[in-house]
């Protein structure tokens, strides 16, 4: 299975995608950010680029339009959002259905949008992680495929926390990945998935821990 990423920033879940091994076929990484550092990162890796600069397009419906050309150039039969910080029309997210995943920095449903980091610290949470989802035209609330947890502890800044859950994002999402090349990702009736012959997560994380007095 081929695969495209897009990616607006620096494009750390881009890269273990691209270290992943076994190895995902990587047929291109767009930005929209002509200054993404992630850009640069698979050039160097000899991936095939190309940058669809949102500002060069008059609304949402036109860069979307552009943006489908450049990755049907690539013919991919997966669209991987890691990092990509533009919200996409209905029209976008249709044409792609059941062929576009993102990586989000929190235990959806919980805190969606921007800031999750920081909104999970103000909200006192004692677990909070990221969630690798199908993209649904509502943001951030697509069928959810696989999730991480991480403790928060109690010197935990925005920058510890999102160090913590970006070290799973990378765990999760090529193995994401790896499942849906792999077919083995259904994506029921009920918009619930199922990942077949996936073993069952052990273990519980209990925050603070127990200590069983
Ligand atoms: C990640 O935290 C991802 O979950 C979010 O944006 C960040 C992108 O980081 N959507 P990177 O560009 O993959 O390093």
């Given at each position: 299975m081929s695969i495209v990423i897009l990616i607006s920033g620096r494009g750390s879940n881009m890269r273990a995608i691209l270290a992943s091994r076994p190895a995902i076929a990587v047929a291109g990484v767009?930005?929209?950010?002509?200054?993404a550092a992630g850009?640069?990162?698979?050039?160097a890796l000899g991936i095939a680029t190309a940058v669809v600069d949102h500002r060069g397009h008059a609304g949402r419906e036109a860069f979307?339009?552009?943006?489908a050309r450049e990755i049907d150039a690539f013919g991919p039969e997966l669209v991987?959002?890691?990092?990509?910080?533009?919200?996409?029309?209905a029209r976008?997210?249709?044409?792609?259905?059941?062929?576009?995943?993102?990586?989000?920095?929190?235990?959806?449903?919980?805190?969606?949008g921007l800031?999750?980091?920081?909104?999970?610290?103000?909200?006192?949470?004692r677990i909070h992680g990221c969630t690798v989802h199908f993209v649904t035209p509502e943001l951030d609330s697509g069928p959810i495929i696989a999730q991480a947890a991480?403790?928060?502890?109690?010197?935990?800044?925005?920058?510890?926390?999102?160090?913590?859950?970006?070290?799973?994002?990378?765990?999760?999402?090529?193995?994401?990945?790896?499942?849906?090349?792999?077919?083995?990702?259904?994506?029921?009736?009920?918009?619930?998935?199922?990942?077949t012959g996936a073993g069952a997560a052990v273990g519980a994380l209990?925050?603070?821990a127990l200590d069983g007095s």
């Open positions: 767009i930005s929209n950010e002509p200054a850009l640069e990162t698979a050039r979307d339009a552009a943006l991987v959002l890691a990092g990509f910080m533009r919200v996409l029309t976008f997210v249709e044409r792609y259905r059941g062929r576009l995943v993102n990586i989000h920095p929190s235990l959806l449903p919980a805190f969606p800031g999750t980091h920081r909104r999970a610290l103000a909200a006192g949470v991480v403790p928060v502890t109690a010197s935990d800044t925005e920058e510890t926390l999102a160090a913590r859950v970006l070290a799973q994002e990378h765990r999760i999402y090529p193995q994401v990945v790896r499942w849906i090349g792999d077919g083995r990702v259904v994506l029921g009736d009920d918009g619930r998935v199922t990942v209990a925050c603070p």
